[in-house]
């Protein structure tokens, strides 16, 4: 690579090189220096660096969520209603049945006769919850 | 409302100079030798300088590179590894084009290469320097932790 090279290099670039490796030194360290000196400026660690990007969108999905979170519980307290409404209606249905098994049964007795099966149904009118 | 953007510090150029740059320095100091051009066209304590700063410059670069605690910190190391190594580079181009002229067309185009090269990552590194102060300025650390629950 290199074929002759000369014995010594002429002062210029001595001193141009020696010029040059001080201010990069220079820079490097003042680089550090700045860095050290402004440390205050950089608030967060590098693991909770939130970018300004980042934080217009959790904002948004913040109020989304409380949002969302109010609907659940409007949603969990309709639901609650609702299963007492089924509870109340699942005892009505056993209860019509009962009374549905109880006149068929009177009905198709082969002793039916209508005053038997007209007692029947007055004796279900006096079950209570059927008054609903 | 801009992005925050910090570039990726695992360069692999980068990388490489780096880890190059500390066993050359580490080599020519056991082995006692320089390259012509630079004991020809440097004095004595310079040269020196230039020898330790390859090693200081790789260790210092890579330490920035894989700094664990804070971001600013890192890049601040980084940065002035880069200045450092820009220097470094930029003087043993100066010495080869003095010292050989055109008998070394591809190592001073590839050492120049790297002297940008080192001031142009300098330069991404003072932007991203800028924009995570901004950043930081944006929001209070209460905002961070609110942000954070």
Not at chain 1, 27 to 47: E, H, M, N, P, W
Not at chain 2, 41 to 55: F, K, V
Not at chain 2, 97 to 122: E, H, Y
């Amino acid at each position: 690579m290199i074929t002759a090279p000369s014995p010594a290099a002429p002062h210029w670039v001595q001193v141009a090189l020696s010029v040059l490796g001080i201010l990069g030194g220079g820079s490097g360290l003042a680089a550090i220096a700045t860095v050290v000196v402004q440390r205050g400026k950089f608030k967060a660690d590098a693991a909770d660096t939130l970018t300004e990007a980042a934080l217009t969108l959790v904002q948004p999905l913040q109020t989304r969520i409380t949002q969302l979170e109010g609907e659940a519980l409007n949603a969990r307290s309709e639901l609650g209603v609702l299963r007492e409404q089924v509870n109340q209606l699942q005892f009505v249905v056993r209860v019509l049945t009962r009374t549905l098994d109880r006149w068929r049964a009177a009905i198709r007795a082969p002793d039916a006769t209508l005053r038997k099966v007209r007692a029947t149904v007055a004796e279900s009118d006096r079950i209570p919850g059927m008054d609903r | 409302m801009g992005q925050l953007r910090i570039r990726s510090r695992h360069q692999p150029y980068e990388v490489a100079v780096l880890i190059a740059a500390p066993i050359c320095g580490t080599l020519m100091m056991i082995l006692n030798v320089r390259p012509t051009s630079v004991q020809t066209s440097m004095p004595a304590p310079i040269q020196a300088a230039w020898e330790l700063g390859l090693i200081a410059v790789g260790v210092g670069g890579l330490l920035g590179i894989l700094w664990p605690g804070r971001l600013s910190t890192g890049l601040g190391l980084e940065l002035a590894s880069v200045l450092v190594l820009g220097t470094i580079t930029s003087m043993y181009t100066v010495a080869l084009l003095v010292m050989t002229g055109r008998n070394s067309i591809v190592a001073t185009s590839f050492v120049l290469a790297v002297a940008v090269g080192s001031l142009w990552r300098a330069a991404q590194i003072v932007v991203d320097l800028r924009r995570l102060a901004r950043a930081c300025e944006f929001m209070t650390y209460d905002q961070l932790q609110a942000g954070v629950p």
